[in-house]
C-alpha cells in the first residue's frame, strides 16, 4: 500500500464540497449583512450629519457591536455555519474573531489571556492591511514624483 | 433608497462570494482569505477604482474587509499628496479608526460581559 | 511475555474488573448513553475554568471504577491517564486530589489504551496489585487549544470531528473470575500518511490503525473473521471509509466498526463523528466492556488512533504522524 | 449549465462548469432544487426593484433661474435635482442614476465647471451626496430668508467638506 494508493483512496472518500450551495448561501448572508450595514448608513445620514462619505466609520462601529452581541449569545457561529465566507468577509466576521477570542481566553486575566490573545486570529488582518497600504501609498507617490501618474 | 439597497446586497453578496471561492476553491484558511481580501482592497484603491465602487454600492463596499484595506491607502494616500513621502506613514489611520477601536472596545466589553456558555449545537 | 514486532502477550490473567465512564451534557443523546455511569448537566460549572472542569471529571469517573470494582482509589496502586491539553494539566491536577502513585501518558487520541497497555505490564510483572487505566478529553479545553475560540464562526467542512467531553478510566486487577480478559496488545508505530488538513483527522490516522491491526492480526496469526468486532478510536465515518477500503479482502463489513463515526448517530451537525482520547475511552470501557461481560462478544480487538500534531507544527506547515495502540480482550465462557 | 425560464425570457446562471452540479441529482433533491428557486426568485424581485426614481427638478428661489436651468436640462446622468441660490452662492444638489454613480466625482466636476463658466462670480458647489440633498429639500421645504438661507447654506457647505 504504497502513497499514491492510499491518496487515491483518501481523495476519493473525501466528500465533495457543495460548491453552487455553498456560494449561494455565502452570497445571500453576506448581501443580507451588507443591506443592514446600508440602512444603518441611513439612519445616521438621516438623524446626524454625517454624509455619504462619512457615515462608513459609525456603521463599522455599530455592526461590530451587534457581532459581539450575537457572538456573546452564541448565534454568530450558527450564521457563520450557513452563511461562510458570507459571515466572515464583513466587518462583523472581524468583529467576531476579535471577540471570541477576548471572550474564551478571559479565563487567563484581562492583561495575559484577553490582552495578549485578543488579535490572535484577527491580527493577520490589521498587519496585512497596514503592509499593503504602505506598500502601495509608496509606489503611488513615486510614480506621481515621476510624473507617470497623476493624483 | 430601494435601489442603493439593492445595489449594496449585490455588492456586498459578490465580494462574500470572492471569499467563499477563496475558502472552498483555493483552500484557504479564514484568516488568510480576510488578509487576501483586505490588501485586494487596498490594491483596488492604489488604481482608484474602489472610491467609485463606494459610491456605487454604499455600505455594500465600506462593509465587507476590503474597505479596511481601501481607507488605509485612503488616508495614506492623501496624507502623501500634501506631506509627500513621510505622509504616507502619518496618514494611515486618518480615515478608518472606527474599525479597529470598537473592535477592541466591544471585544473587552464582551468578554467582561458574557460568561463561557454551555456548549450549544 | 512473548514480544514479536511490538505485539504483547499477557501470560498472567489481567483482568478489567470494572469500568467509570463520566460525559458532559453533548453526549446525553450519544448512541452509546444508556452505557455511560455519569452525565454532567453542564460542562464547565459558573465560575470554573475549562481545566477545573476537565480535572473534576477525570477524578468521577476514577471514583466510580474504583467504587464499581469494590475498592476505594486510595487502595489503587498505580493511576494511569493521559488526555489532550498541553503538559496534562488536567490530569495531573486530577491525580493532585486522588492522591495515588501516577504516571500521565500522551499519544493523543490513543492515550487510552496506551494506559491500558502499561497497566497490563505493571500487572503482569507483578509490581502492582490493581491499576486505574483510561483517558479524557472535554471539547472546550481542547477546541482552543487546536482548532478556534469556542464562539469562533467558521464554516466547519464536512470531514470535521467533534471533540467528545467525557472520561472513561478502567480498573485492572489479575486472577478474577467471569471478568472480560487482555490477552493481547499492540504497540503502535508513528505512521505519518503525508495528510496536513488538521481538520480531516480520518484520513490522516487511518494508515496508523491499518498498520497495528495488521501487525497484531500476523503477529497473533488470526483473521478478522476470528473476531466479533474491531473497533477504532475516533476515524469517523471518512477515515473508516477509507479503513475499510484498505482491507477490502477481507470481510471486514460488520467487524471493522468505529467508535467516533458512531457516537453521535448520523446527526448531520457532528459531520464526521466524534473524536478525542475521551471518545476510545468512554465507549470501550461503557459499551464495548458492557457488551464482553455480558458475553455477546467473546473476543475483541480495540484500537485507539491518535494524531500526534500539534498547533505549533501545523503552523509550521509540519504533515500529521499518527499512532495507534491496540488491546485485545476476551470473555472466556462462563463456569 | 442551469437556466431558469422567467417570463423575460432565459436567465442563465451560473454557466461555470461546477463538478458538484451532479452531485444534487442524487442526493437529496427535492429539498436543494427547491430552496434554489425560492432564493432565485427573491433575487430577481430584489432586481426589478432596482429601477425606482423620483424625478424632481426644483430650482429656489424660482425667480432668477433663467440661465441655471438649461445648463441641468443637458445632463443626461441625472434624473433630478435640487439646487439653492442667492446672492454670492449656487448650490445644487443631483440625484445621479444608479449606474452613473460609478463617476461621481467626475460628473460632479463636469456639472461644477459648466455652472461656473455661467455665473463666474459665484461660489458654485454640486454635490450628489444623498445627506446634502435632504438638507437642501428641508431649506427649500421652510422656504428661508436671506440670513436663516446663508447659514444653511455654509453649515452644508461644512458639511460636505468634512473627511473623517
Not at chain 2, 99 to 105: D, N, V
Not at chain 4, 50 to 63: G, L
Not at chain 4, 78 to 99: P, Q, W
Request: proline share 3%.
Amino acid at each position: 500500500m504504497d502513497q499514491q494508493q492510499f491518496q487515491k483512496i483518501v481523495d476519493e472518500k473525501n466528500p465533495k464540497v457543495p460548491f453552487f450551495m455553498n456560494i449561494l448561501k455565502a452570497f445571500i448572508v453576506g448581501g443580507i449583512i451588507c443591506t443592514i450595514g446600508q440602512l444603518i448608513t441611513f439612519f445616521y445620514m438621516r438623524f446626524f450629519p454625517f454624509t455619504e462619505g462619512t457615515a462608513g466609520n459609525p456603521t463599522v462601529a455599530t455592526l461590530v457591536f451587534i457581532a459581539m452581541i450575537l457572538t456573546g449569545t452564541g448565534l454568530y457561529k450558527k450564521i457563520a455555519q450557513i452563511g461562510g465566507a458570507g459571515s466572515a468577509v464583513p466587518v462583523t466576521g472581524f468583529g467576531n474573531a476579535v471577540i471570541s477570542a477576548a471572550i474564551e481566553h478571559k479565563s487567563e486575566g484581562y492583561v495575559l489571556g484577553v490582552g495578549g490573545n485578543m488579535f490572535k486570529l484577527a491580527g493577520s488582518v490589521i498587519l496585512f492591511g497596514v503592509l499593503s497600504a504602505f506598500v502601495v501609498a509608496l509606489i503611488k507617490t513615486i510614480l506621481v514624483n515621476i510624473g507617470v501618474v497623476s493624483w | 433608497m430601494i435601489s442603493s439597497l439593492v445595489t449594496a446586497f449585490i455588492v456586498g453578496g459578490l465580494i462574500c462570494v470572492v471569499g467563499q471561492i477563496f475558502m472552498d476553491v483555493f483552500k484557504l484558511t479564514p484568516a488568510h482569505t480576510l488578509s487576501t481580501l483586505v490588501v485586494l482592497g487596498s490594491i483596488l484603491d492604489g488604481f482608484g477604482l474602489y472610491e467609485p465602487l463606494i459610491d456605487f454600492a454604499g455600505a455594500g463596499a465600506t462593509v465587507p474587509i476590503t474597505s479596511f484595506g481601501n481607507s488605509l491607502t485612503h488616508g495614506a494616500l492623501a496624507e502623501a499628496e500634501k506631506h509627500g513621502l513621510i505622509g504616507v506613514l502619518t496618514g494611515m489611520f486618518e480615515v478608518t479608526s472606527s474599525g479597529i477601536s470598537s473592535a477592541i472596545l466591544f471585544g473587552v466589553i464582551g468578554a467582561f460581559i458574557f460568561q463561557k456558555r454551555k456548549t450549544t449545537y | 511475555m512473548v514480544n514479536t514486532f511490538g505485539t504483547l502477550q499477557f501470560t498472567t490473567k489481567i483482568c478489567i474488573a470494572n469500568t467509570g465512564t463520566v460525559v458532559g451534557p453533548v453526549e446525553k443523546d450519544s448512541t452509546f448513553a444508556d452505557s455511560f455511569d455519569e452525565v454532567l448537566s453542564l460542562e464547565t460549572e459558573k465560575d470554573e475554568t475549562n481545566e477545573q472542569a476537565h480535572a473534576r471529571m477525570i477524578e468521577s469517573a476514577c471514583h466510580w471504577a474504583a467504587k464499581k470494582g469494590h475498592t476505594q482509589v486510595d487502595k489503587v496502586d498505580v493511576l494511569i491517564g493521559g488526555d489532550l491539553i498541553n503538559q496534562l494539566s488536567p490530569t495531573n491536577f486530577a491525580a493532585r486530589s486522588l492522591a495515588i502513585p501516577y504516571l500521565g501518558v500522551f499519544s493523543a487520541c490513543a492515550s487510552s489504551m496506551e494506559s491500558v497497555i502499561l497497566g497490563c505490564l505493571l500487572l503482569e510483572s507483578g509490581n502492582a496489585r490493581t491499576v486505574l487505566a483510561g483517558a479524557s478529553s472535554h471539547h472546550q479545553a481542547v477546541e482552543r487549544q487546536f482548532r478556534y475560540p469556542l464562539e469562533y464562526g467558521t464554516q466547519k467542512p464536512k470531514t470535521s470531528q467533534w471533540t467528545v467531553t467525557g472520561a472513561g478510566f478502567s480498573l485492572l486487577e489479575k486472577d478474577l473470575k467471569n471478568t472480560p480478559v487482555v490477552t493481547h496488545a499492540t504497540i503502535g508505530k508513528v505512521v505519518d500518511s503525508q495528510q496536513t488538513n488538521p481538520l480531516h483527522m480520518g484520513a490522516a490516522m487511518a494508515s496508523a490503525a491499518r498498520d497495528t491491526i495488521e501487525r497484531h492480526l500476523t503477529n497473533t496469526n488470526s483473521k478478522m473473521a476470528d473476531f466479533d468486532v474491531i473497533m477504532t478510536g475516533d476515524l469517523g465515518n471518512i477515515g473508516i471509509s477509507i479503513l475499510k477500503e484498505m482491507f477490502q479482502d477481507e470481510n471486514t463489513g460488520v467487524i471493522l466498526q468505529d467508535a467516533g463515526a458512531q457516537f453521535y448517530g448520523n446527526d448531520k451537525f457532528f459531520n464526521a463523528g466524534g473524536s478525542g482520547a475521551g471518545c476510545s475511552a468512554v465507549v470501550f470501557f461503557g459499551q464495548i466492556y458492557d457488551q464482553l461481560k455480558k458475553g455477546s462478544f467473546k473476543r475483541v480487538l480495540l484500537v485507539a488512533t491518535g494524531a500526534l500534531l500539534s498547533p505549533l507544527t501545523f503552523q509550521q506547515g509540519e504533515t500529521i504522524p499518527c499512532i495507534a495502540h491496540a488491546i485485545e480482550c476476551r470473555m472466556e465462557k462462563r463456569g | 449549465m442551469w437556466e431558469v425560464h422567467l417570463d423575460k425570457g432565459k436567465y442563465l446562471v451560473s454557466n461555470l462548469h461546477i463538478s458538484n452540479t451532479s452531485e444534487h441529482t442524487n442526493t437529496k433533491k427535492g429539498a436543494s432544487n427547491h430552496m434554489k428557486k425560492s432564493l432565485i426568485v427573491f433575487l430577481m424581485v430584489l432586481l426589478l426593484g432596482a429601477c425606482s426614481s423620483e424625478k424632481e427638478k426644483v430650482i429656489f428661489p424660482s425667480d432668477n433661474s433663467s440661465s441655471l436651468k438649461p445648463i441641468m436640462q443637458k445632463q443626461d446622468t441625472i434624473y433630478g435635482y435640487k439646487s439653492v441660490i442667492n446672492e454670492e452662492d449656487i448650490l445644487v444638489a443631483i440625484n445621479i442614476n444608479r449606474f452613473d454613480r460609478f463617476n461621481k466625482a467626475k460628473i460632479e466636476k463636469k456639472i461644477t465647471k459648466q455652472i461656473e463658466k455661467q455665473f463666474p462670480e459665484k461660489k458654485v458647489l454640486v454635490t450628489g451626496d444623498q445627506k446634502l440633498m435632504w438638507e437642501v429639500e428641508t431649506i427649500i421645504e421652510k422656504k428661508l430668508k436671506q440670513k436663516e438661507l446663508k447659514k444653511s447654506i455654509e453649515k452644508i457647505k461644512l458639511l460636505s467638506k468634512e473627511e473623517t
